[in-house]
């Protein structure tokens, strides 16, 4: 077993032990408990658009109130109006400097008002997120692609799954169609554009229009799809995100499984969590898995040492390569925790990683006790799951 085969198995390890309990992840402060399940995965892929650059807490609890909002109301009154800004009734607001937020129209809840006070507006609750025009124009084309799909997320993930799943890899297929419906072609527009509705308006529909003829013709779809393959795949972080807590969390898994059930049989939603379609999940770029000190360490002593490939390409590269009889890429998507715990606190004492090369500390922290939590992924994730008893553990064997 290769030293990098060694390094999967730990973040498998890692990654296993994430999934375990809804809250080692993000959950949804959404603005009532009764939604239904489509409504709450859509939500989800809202708060995904706007988590760039800004705390991961305030796009769930702020966020996610606001957004769970606005999606019911769409699929209530199935009408987007409510996102002109020049309406009374708009989710959209202007301030007095002539910049742009959502505001909910719900009474403020009790996460909102122990932890957000500076979130509200009269009580009612306010987000702005930090790439609001790009986030408010991928939003209003998400909602126009969807008028197609009844408002429905879900549907129009089942029409994609129905049209390509005797495909090998039918989760790229699904994530290309996520990209084609929320992020293709969005741009970086400046706060301005927000104003002009109508015209925002028709590009969206000129938009839908392209994405559409691609969904819809074998042969575009393939030309595109290869495209995206070559360059793109690696820079979607938000909708890989978002596609995998709908197949790997718990909580979100049962939201997805029962909003698509409504369109498709129950073994096609099953067959998305096999070991082959986990595998296909890509691990996109980030400041965490692309961190230097973390880069450098998991790397040396193997050819890749010295590249000037991002570490995410490398990780997939090797994969492909190599195979390695456990984990694959996207499980190091777990850096996010692991970086700033182990790596930006110089804690290579304690690390399993550095235990591949020399014996360190690590024993001393594993108390191999079935009834406690696994002190190793406290320390490097803050990961709270019980010991699997050391006999059972990626981390100290081939399991």
């Not at 790009?134 to 429905?152: A, K, P, Q, R």
């Not at 706060?191 to 392209?210: D, H, Q, W």
């Not at 994405?211 to 393959?229: D, P, Q, R």
Request: hydrophobic share 35%; charged share 30%.
């Amino acid at each position: 077993m290769t030293r990098l085969d060694k390094i999967f198995r730990i973040f498998s390890f890692f990654d296993d032990f994430r999934w375990q309990k809804k809250e080692n992840y993000n959950l949804i402060n959404f603005h009532r408990n009764d939604l239904n399940d489509d409504s709450k995965i859509l939500t989800h892929w809202l708060c995904y658009i706007s988590d760039r650059q800004m705390s991961f807490e305030i796009i769930w609890d702020v966020g996610g109130f606001v957004f769970s909002e606005i999606v019911e109301e769409v699929k209530k009154t199935k009408n987007i109006e409510i996102l002109n800004p020049s309406l009374k009734e708009s989710f959209i607001k202007r301030d007095y400097e002539g910049k742009y937020y959502f505001l909910g129209k719900s009474i403020a809840n009790d996460i909102i008002n122990k932890k957000y006070e500076g979130y509200k507006n009269e009580n009612k609750v306010k987000f702005k997120s930090r790439f609001l025009p790009s986030d408010y124009i991928s939003i209003l084309s998400t909602f126009v692609i969807l008028e197609n799909f009844n408002y429905s997320l879900s549907e129009y993930i089942s029409f994609i799954l129905l049209k390509n799943k005797n495909n090998e890899d039918i989760i790229i297929r699904i994530l290309f169609s996520l990209f084609l419906l929320s992020y293709y072609d969005i741009g970086q527009p400046n706060s301005g554009v927000i104003s002009n509705y109508k015209e925002n308006l028709n590009t969206a529909m000129i938009r839908k229009e392209f994405v559409m003829t691609i969904l819809n013709n074998k042969n575009i779809f393939e030309s595109h799809l290869f495209e995206f393959k070559k360059e793109k795949i690696f820079k979607q972080k938000r909708a890989w995100c978002s596609l995998r807590d709908f197949i790997k969390s718990r909580e979100f898994f049962l939201y997805f499984k029962n909003a698509m059930l409504q369109f498709v049989r129950d073994e096609d939603i099953d067959s998305l969590c096999s070991q082959k379609c986990l595998e296909q999940f890509v691990l996109p770029g980030d400041v965490w898995n692309n961190n230097s000190v973390f880069g450098k360490c998991i790397l040396k002593k193997t050819i890749y040492e010295n590249s000037k490939k991002s570490l995410n390409i490398i990780l997939d590269d090797y994969f492909k390569l190599n195979q390695p009889k456990i984990g694959y890429p996207e499980q190091f998507d777990v850096t996010f925790d692991f970086v700033p715990r182990m790596c930006d606190k110089n804690n290579c004492d304690i690390c399993p990683i550095e235990n591949i090369d020399k014996k360190n500390n690590l024993m001393s922290i594993c108390i191999n006790d079935k009834e406690k939590y696994c002190p190793v992924a406290l320390c490097s994730c803050n990961y709270k799951n019980n010991c699997l008893g050391r006999d059972n553990c990626k981390i100290f064997n081939d399991v």
